[in-house]
């Protein structure tokens, strides 16, 4: 691309060239970890351990299903889950065929807090279950409902898996936000981090791994919290962290490796921010390689991201510049969301998330026959990634053109205008997700599990219109990746 001689202190227009080196140094390469040694103390560690909670969660006459639905979203919370798949999947079955077989009315024994809860389970796990259960709540707006705090909490992130045209849960985002913001100042201090978390972003768009070292925190400091599922979360996360040390210290290696800092320098150095959708994406243990795949894979797309966005080569920007100056040509809205599909990265990121030992063609093949559920979070990322990274793609000369550009200059509105366009739509494409969610049985929901997990993390790096990828510092990225890489509990 570079002309013999080029500085590149400059881009070939002429332009300082913004520098993004890596924020770690040499934090992930001065420890090469034997994770051998570490699996094995690990299983004798918790081996006695996992069979107690599983003996908690399969037991039938000492526990309730209120228990058992509570039990169920510790275990997920904490990052322990995945040992209990096929148990957890039985048992929130069994209540479903009992409240289904009732035609939900069963549901009506439970409070705001467990039909919440109840209810936003059964969504993510792929069982449906209409709002109508909610609407005896919505009826009744007394004092006691306004003050019911954690049965607030509870409604408020079960309206995170809603879809179109369910009014009920349109309302109880209103309601529950204005109750939950107003009481928040009078409740103790453990239950007030919990809503203002929530209330910053609902559960169901957390990327799980990131809400473990979160809850660990909080759930051990609860009064009702089991010491046993405690000692057995911290005893998981520092084997899963050990996990992603080896990973990393593997990952900066090959990055070093290829020389490309010094060969193109103005590319963002950001493997570290790449791995994070590599864990993002798969955090359980035996995803190594899957994780491996997608951190190389956003890594390089940034190299050709930063190479064709900010450093074209001269000639190419001098006839484009023309063309834009003899035909003030600007491409269709309509086909720069065409476009997003492809420049949203959800199927390629998607396609090495995919390489793990049972995955098959069938599955890649599905994958490429763009399923509504990913084409509709390739374009919410699409429009989240466009409000992040419109004022550093336009490059304050104007060379390059935005979807934001685009679609102010179609419609004939303000930037600000454009931008609250770009929200509504996103969330109106997350609503689709969700339908498309339950709806999907064509294959497993293991194979579902990363296009969410990739709008979960493009929420969480794009949080408030910032790039959290390019300036982690800006949205807490960076000390998220202390708290998972880094910081052992």
């Known amino acids: 691309m570079a002309s013999e001689g080029f500085d590149h202190s400059k881009n070939e227009i002429g332009q300082p060239a913004q520098s993004f080196p890596s924020l770690w140094g040499d934090t992930f390469i001065s420890k090469n970890i034997d994770t051998h040694e570490v699996q094995v103390k690990y299983d004798e560690s918790v081996a006695p351990l996992r069979e107690e909670v599983r003996e908690m969660l399969m037991a039938k006459e000492s526990k309730t299903s209120t228990d058992k639905i509570a039990l169920i979203d510790i275990l997920e919370r904490l990052g322990l889950s995945y040992h209990f798949e096929k148990e957890i999947d039985e048992q929130l079955e069994l209540i479903f065929r009992e409240s289904s077989a009732s035609n939900f009315k069963t549901m009506e024994k439970y409070d705001l807090f467990n039909t919440s809860l109840l209810f936003r389970l059964f969504r993510q796990h792929g069982h449906i279950i209409p709002c109508g259960v909610f609407d005896r709540f919505m009826k009744d707006t007394d004092e006691d409902l306004k003050s019911d705090i954690k049965g607030l909490l509870s409604l408020y992130e079960a309206t995170g898996v809603r879809i179109q045209g369910e009014n009920v849960l349109e309302e109880a985002i209103t309601f529950t936000t204005c109750h939950l913001n107003h009481l928040r100042s009078e409740i103790d201090p453990l239950l007030r981090e919990r809503v203002s978390r929530a209330l910053l972003r609902s559960i169901h768009r957390e990327v799980p791994i990131l809400v473990v070292r979160y809850y660990i925190s909080i759930y051990e400091k609860e009064s009702s919290s089991n010491e046993l599922i405690v000692r057995f979360a911290k005893l998981n996360f520092n084997y899963l962290q050990s996990l992603y040390q080896k990973e990393l210290f593997d990952l900066t290696r090959w990055w070093r490796d290829s020389n490309m800092s010094s060969k193109v320098p103005y590319v963002r150095d950001r493997i570290v921010e790449s791995y994070v959708w590599g864990v993002g994406m798969n955090y359980e243990p035996q995803y190594s390689f899957a994780r491996t795949a997608v951190a190389k894979a956003v890594q390089l797309i940034a190299v050709l991201d930063d190479t064709y966005d900010t450093y074209a080569p001269l000639e190419d920007l001098e006839i484009f510049t023309q063309v834009l100056q003899r035909r003030k040509h600007v491409p269709p809205f309509e086909d720069i969301v065409s476009l997003g599909l492809v420049t949203s990265t959800l199927f390629m990121l998607v396609s090495a998330s995919y390489l793990i030992g049972s995955a098959t063609q069938q599955h890649f093949e599905w994958l490429m026959s763009k399923p509504q ?55 109106d494409l997350w609503m689709s997700v969700n339908k498309e969610w339950v709806e999907t049985v064509s294959v497993p929901r293991q194979f579902l599990k990363p296009i969410l997990n990739f709008g979960r993390l493009t929420v969480a790096c794009y949080d408030k219109g910032e790039d959290g990828y390019t300036y982690p510092e800006r949205v807490m990225i960076k000390s998220q990746i202390l708290a998972l890489f880094v910081d052992p509990i």
């Open 373 to 427: 559920i990913a084409v509709a979070m390739a374009q919410f990322c699409r429009y989240a990634n466009d409000r992040a990274t419109n004022e550093r793609e336009s490059n304050d000369g104007g060379e390059n053109l935005t979807a934001v550009d685009c679609y102010m200059k179609q419609y004939g509105v303000s930037k600000e205008e454009a931008m609250n366009k770009f929200a509504q739509l996103a969330e």
